[in-house]
């Protein structure tokens, strides 16, 4: 596989600006001359470049350290710019963009000659989506051009949901972040193949398989997402790596009876893992961090004042919006454990519970 070292990268001045119409204004132009802007989404923020330019998605590929097989989305402001990109829009792709767009929901359609191989990973599919953040539609309509954006992270973090994660990341190694405040939605798009007469999701997110099957019928989800396996390979490219990870060793404790309940044999089991943890010593003798991602309904029921809160209770929203900040809170704070409550999985719970389970490399404790 091929990667690019962080250290490929040469060191750029990165100009922070606030989304408004001067600073947009700016940003587009940046783009347009084939820099790399951060902005913001309804989902997470993104880093900006020309989509038709192959230089371009290098730039961003290295500026990320991402793997140049894994392929960016396109991102529009209008449907009609999906013909270009598109060989093929078939009806279903139709209907759900009427329904969807502008909003969270990513298509992949076979791609027209004009999407440089680059882009695309080398693929011969675009991943499209028009987002309803206005400051990203201004962006992508004042440059002229498709703005290919992955997250605005590092490869491997968890993606940015406000413009201080971004500067964390990438200052040094991209020209402009254009700070929106934080993103509405927290967690990235939902992405939708329809390569074939069935359509499948490929990476879960806030539209969710219900609200999909409404407009179209049946839809799929690829199986190597729903049981993730070394032997299936996701569709999506970027779907087998494991992102999102803190430094420190996360687990989800979850009752086997009652998966999406935190219930009293999950809070004893927290908490007799908290002593645990906390009597083992590093070398230098220091006690060891532990923190637990809980609700605020929960808090008060374990025995340590590390605690990260996801929210007042356990409604998916909520939840969504904080889940990325808090994995990057993790680091911030040394964890070395972290003991994370688990989340119902209908909805937009199946979205949560794919990231954050990816984030604890698939490890749950079941009571
Ligand atoms: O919400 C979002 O989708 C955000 C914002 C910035 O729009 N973007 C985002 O991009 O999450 P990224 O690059 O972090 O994730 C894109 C995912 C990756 O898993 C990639 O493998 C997959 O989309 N992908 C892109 N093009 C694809 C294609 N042609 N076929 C299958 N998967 C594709
Ligand atoms: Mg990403």
Redesign the pocket.
Known sequence: METNKLSEVPLVNTILLSADKEGISKAAKVIAAGGLVAFP?E?????GGNALEADASQRIYAAKG?PSD????V?IASTDSVYELASNVPEKAKMLMEAFWPG?L?I?LP?ADIVPDET??G?K???I?M?SHPA?LSLIQESGVYIA?????LSGKP?PTTAQHVADDLTGRIDVILDGGPVGIG???T?V?LTEDIPTI??P?FITKKMLENIVGTVNIDKAIIHPDPNLR??????KYTHYAPKGSLSIIEDKDKPSEVTENVINKINSLLDEYHMKEDSQHSKKKVVVLTTADNAKSYNTDNLILLGEDDSGKTVCSKLYAALRECDKLNADYILSESFNRDELGGAIMNRLLKAAGQHVIYV
């Open positions: 989404t989902t997470v923020y993104g880093l991402r894994n392929p960016l989305i991102h969270p990513t992949i791609k695309t990973g693929l599919t675009v991943a989506r987002p990203a954006a992955p997250s605005a992270n993606s967690i990235e798009s992405i193949d490929l990476r997110g996701p569709k999506a490219p970027g779907m």
